[in-house]
């Protein structure tokens, strides 16, 4: 079993930064593929990025390619998610979420406001 904690939301203006992490306990963690979601006020959970168990491939929705990287440490079994430019339509609730075959594990969400 995988339990997962994410930190480093907050209030940031537009155009700013913010790096969020999703630390994980429970031995295998390398064995699971890594992403992040979001969820704005009103509106369902999105897919924002994900990565695989060796870090050796990343995905990206479109509305934050080129501004988000998602990267991974598996000895420190933690996934970071670095979000530059940010806009205000990037405020959300963040929830990372590791699958490995049927099994699949939320964090319970880190917030992040983006102001204009």
């Known amino acids: 079993q995988v339990q997962l904690v994410e930190s480093g939301g907050g209030l940031v203006q537009a155009g700013g930064s913010l790096r969020l992490s999703c630390a994980a306990s429970?031995?295998?963690?390398?064995?699971?593929?890594v992403g992040w979601f979001r969820q704005a006020p009103g509106k369902e959970r999105a897919f924002v990025a994900a990565?695989?168990?060796?870090?050796?491939?990343?995905y990206y929705a479109d509305s934050v390619k080129g501004r988000f990287t998602i990267s991974r440490d598996n000895a420190k079994k933690t996934v970071w998610l670095q979000m530059n430019s940010l806009k205000p339509d990037d405020t959300a609730v963040y929830y990372c979420?590791?699958?490995?075959?049927?099994?699949?594990?939320w964090g319970q969400g880190t917030q992040v406001t983006v102001s204009s």
């Open positions: 979420n590791a699958v490995y075959r049927s099994s699949s594990y």
């Open positions: 429970g031995r295998t963690f390398s064995k699971y593929a």
């Open positions: 990565i695989t168990r060796s870090g050796g491939n990343t």
